[in-house]
């Protein structure tokens, strides 16, 4: 599975953006998408993760009922909407695919245990 991200930008302060993660291969459905986020100087931080089939969230409390996942396996792409950005969202955004486990469902925090990557987007937040 090959990952590409997209859609990040600079945007002010209570704006919103959508970013895209597209994948290539026939059984995108059977993997669990996350998207993780790197600040300038901190680690990679989990945001959300969404199951194969698109029924099972899963958000930090950060970005919780601002960020929202979804995915549309018929073009085998996972989206996240990001609404009322706030400068602390400022951080390159990754895409990440794993097979649909019980396993990585439970240690999805676990940036390791995802099998593929995309090359990340720069979201920016301007106060």
């Known amino acids: 599975v090959q990952l590409q991200a997209s859609g990040g930008g600079l945007v002010l302060a209570g704006g919103s953006l959508r970013l895209s993660c597209a994948a290539s291969?026939?059984?995108?459905?059977?993997?669990?998408v996350g998207w993780f986020r790197q600040a300038p100087g901190k680690e990679r931080e989990f945001v959300a993760a969404?199951?194969?089939?698109?029924?099972?969230?899963y958000y930090a409390d950060s970005v919780k009922g601002r960020f929202t996942i979804s995915r549309d396996n018929a073009v085998n792409t996972v989206y996240l909407q990001t609404n009322s950005l706030e400068p602390e969202d400022t951080a390159v955004y990754y895409c990440?695919?794993?097979?649909?486990?019980?396993?990585?469902?439970?240690?999805?925090?676990?940036?390791?245990?995802?099998?593929?990557w995309g090359q990340g987007t720069q979201v920016t937040v301007s106060s």
């Open positions: 990440a695919a794993g097979l649909d486990t019980i396993d990585l469902r439970a240690r999805r925090y676990n940036s390791n245990l995802y099998d593929f």
């Open positions: 291969g026939r059984t995108f459905s059977r993997y669990l």
């Open positions: 969404l199951s194969g089939s698109g029924r099972t969230t």
